[in-house]
């Protein structure tokens, strides 16, 4: 459908550039500025090549940056361009989310449609479009069906992002063994390798810039690579046998991004890459349920449980019973089992084609499970690790799919531990997007949401499938569980939101309890050991702060009994009206506010990295006239992530708009807070 809805797009404009050559072949210089008049790309033919520039306020952001393409067994398309015809739009719109952040986004752009041919008597025709929002830009590729480029293969996309000034990046490497689950790093530009997207820069004067991108269909994953003098290049996640997207014409790629802020608090909640993804199509999303669960999981990751059989397996019908009463106790939508399927016994990791997800391990009842919940109002979760053999997966899915949806289940988590296919496809490569997008398709068939871990990276594709949920893609609370050096740094939840967030929602699986790991085996973890570098109060902040429609409540049930702390887990949305971030600082702080969807609550939650910091807040954002009570969950005197996490002081007052509070945050602390009108 989409390829048929794209030939009738490209096709109609492309007539249009036939009829009008000769006007439009003059001209090799054009400008397209956004709404507010602050951002403007300029493309131009210099020596037969097309490059973009884009400044912010007439200041340089990009310098001219190449565009082009370099394909398998035929000329690059890079060389004696000229641009054949121009055309315009401007959009403004606003469409509502069935889920999200923010409830309305408004799409307001304008876009510059450049048609560029070859030189000479064998030409290719390509075209880029160009789409400038106040938040940033966005550009694409779009090349026709034409006689001389029919099916092809791309060894190399050829775009640039030549930054202006010697920024700051905050990156993760790519092409390593661990896909996107490593710490982030912050240096200038020049030192960087080969990083993943989002990717964000500081530059001199604060202007913050995110290189990603969006609609990631049918084409391979883009990193950023070095090439010296502040110049990145595009480079795609490879096929087997090194080509990097086979394709036909006509044909589209997805979009490169550059957002831009003036400050590190305007980067979020980032929806430049949902506006330039498609609208929903699915016709009911009635079924999709945003939703807190819990699961039989954080027991295995401190070597509690096990995902295999054997005494300590963690998926008995009995343990699934006791996880699910807990769940209708606290009104959870879901309970995660992991390990109940046949497969988990011998070396997981790089067995992925023995595993079975249609058949139980015999201590796993699946459909009383299923129906024990379902009396209860709660579903169960399935879990799907591939361990990336994705062809005895894509043989299963839909019979498998079909099974859980008999059974009342609308949610699966996926996973794809391991670097590329049995058949050493790239984890990020274009066979691997097509087959992510299979999932999603088939999901959103037989009404199931995805939760998907070591996923394809976020690209914005909830906007059209409001059936994919949230994934993993970074390193999440797991690595605190068993990570070898000690777990995340307090730092590392600041970094999150400023660059992996800005692409869509994670399942960090926030809300441990126990700290310091005690019920692994009765003694609190040594400082050196893996353990949480947060505080109490951080672990409940942190259901403001890291978006997911799906959130977990990670830890045991049994250490949540008794907790006052636990009531504010049970009360934090997980879909939001509005969101704002009233202050924060890449690597240091954040401080959001979210309204509840279709409610009066509003939540705060801030957290801090190794620092303690004080600083005061305005609740400005609250309804005039309307009296709220602030439930407040504060880090208590002398918490400190290290040796005093559980100090906690939780009490209540009143506030209105008028109010300023001030956060005291302990040393990798933070701060949640639940303000609720008075009735
Ligand atoms: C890694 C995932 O991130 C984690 O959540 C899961 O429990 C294990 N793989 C096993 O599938
Ligand atoms: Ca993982």
Request: zero cysteines.
């Amino acid at each position: 459908m989409r390829m048929g809805r794209l030939a009738r797009f490209v096709g109609l404009t492309w007539t249009i550039a036939l009829a009008l050559p000769t006007i439009a072949a003059a001209q090799d210089r054009h400008r397209v500025i956004s709404p507010d008049g602050r951002n403007e790309v300029t493309v131009e033919i210099t020596d037969g090549g097309l490059f973009y520039s884009v400044a912010r306020d007439g200041r340089l952001v990009m310098l001219p940056s190449r565009l082009g393409f370099e394909f398998q067994g035929a000329a690059p398309l890079r060389d004696n361009l000229r641009i054949v015809d121009t055309g315009r739009q401007m959009v403004d719109e606003t469409w509502t989310q069935v889920w999200g952040e923010v409830a309305q986004v408004r799409d307001h752009h304008n876009e510059l449609r450049l048609e560029v041919a070859e030189s000479g008597q064998a030409t290719r025709h390509v075209a880029v479009v160009f789409r400038v929002f106040d938040d940033g830009i966005g550009f694409r590729y779009e090349l026709p069906a034409q006689p001389n480029l029919g099916a092809f293969e791309i060894i190399e996309e050829l775009t640039e992002f030549h930054l202006a000034d010697a920024a700051r990046a905050w990156w993760i490497p790519a092409n390593r063994w661990n896909r996107y689950e490593f710490l982030y790093s912050a240096s200038p530009v020049s030192m960087l390798d080969t990083v993943h997207t989002p990717v964000t820069f500081v530059a001199n004067d604060g202007l913050h810039i995110v290189i990603h991108e969006a609609n990631l269909v049918e084409y391979a994953a883009m990193n950023v690579a070095n090439a010296g003098d502040r110049r990145l290049h595009a480079t795609l996640a490879p096929w087997n046998d090194g080509v990097k997207v086979r394709g036909t014409t006509p044909f589209v790629t997805p979009w490169r991004t550059i957002q831009l802020a003036d400050r590190a608090a305007d980067l979020a909640p980032s929806v430049l890459g949902l506006n330039l993804n498609p609208p929903n199509v699915l016709e009911d999303t009635d079924w999709i349920e945003p939703q807190k669960y819990i699961g039989i999981w954080w027991g295995m990751h401190i070597n509690q449980m096990t995902w295999s059989s054997g005494p300590k397996h963690g998926a008995t019908t009995e343990n699934t019973k006791r996880y699910m009463d807990f769940a209708a106790a606290n009104g959870f939508g879901g309970v995660l089992v992991e390990g109940w399927n046949v497969g988990w016994d011998g070396n997981w990791i790089v067995n992925g084609d023995l595993f079975s997800f249609i058949e139980s391990y015999p201590d796993f009842d699946m459909r009383a499970v299923a129906d024990y919940g379902r009396e209860r109002g709660v579903r169960l979760i399935g879990h799907n690790e591939t361990s990336m053999g994705v062809e005895n997966y894509e043989a299963q899915l839909e019979d498998a799919f079909s099974l859980y949806a008999s059974l009342g289940m609308n949610a699966v988590k996926t996973g794809y531990v391991g670097d590329v296919t049995r058949d050493g496809h790239a984890h990020h490569g274009q066979y691997m997007v097509r087959h992510w997008r299979n999932v999603i398709e088939t999901g959103a068939r037989h009404g199931i949401m995805i939760n998907a871990h070591e996923p394809i990276k976020d690209t914005g594709e909830r906007r059209t499938y409001p059936n994919m949920m949230t994934r993993e893609g970074a390193r999440g609370q797991e690595y605190n569980a068993w990570s070898g050096e000690g777990g995340n740094p307090p730092e590392h939840e600041t970094i999150l939101f400023f660059t992996r967030m800005l692409a869509g929602p994670m399942d960090f699986t926030p809300g441990v309890f126990d700290i310091m790991i005690e019920s692994a085996n009765g003694t609190p973890r040594a400082p050196e050991e893996s353990r949480l570098r947060t505080t109490l109060a951080k672990q409940l902040a942190l259901y403001v702060v890291l978006y997911s429609p799906l959130q977990m409540a990670a830890d045991l049930p049994e250490n949540y009994e008794g907790q006052p702390a636990f009531e504010f887990i049970r009360d934090v949305p997980v879909d939001w009206e509005y969101t704002q971030v009233l202050d924060g600082k890449i690597g240091d702080f954040v401080v959001v506010a979210r309204q509840e969807r279709g409610g009066d609550d509003w939540y705060v939650g801030a957290i801090t990295d190794e620092e303690a910091r004080t600083m005061d807040i305005s609740l400005s954002f609250l309804t005039p006239g309307q009296r709220y009570v602030a439930e407040v969950y504060a880090d208590g005197p002398g918490a400190h992530w290290l040796h005093t996490p559980y100090a906690m002081a939780i009490s209540e007052g009143i506030v209105d708009f008028r109010s300023q509070l001030t956060l005291v945050l302990a040393p990798g602390g933070g701060q949640a807070i639940r303000i609720r009108p008075v009735q």
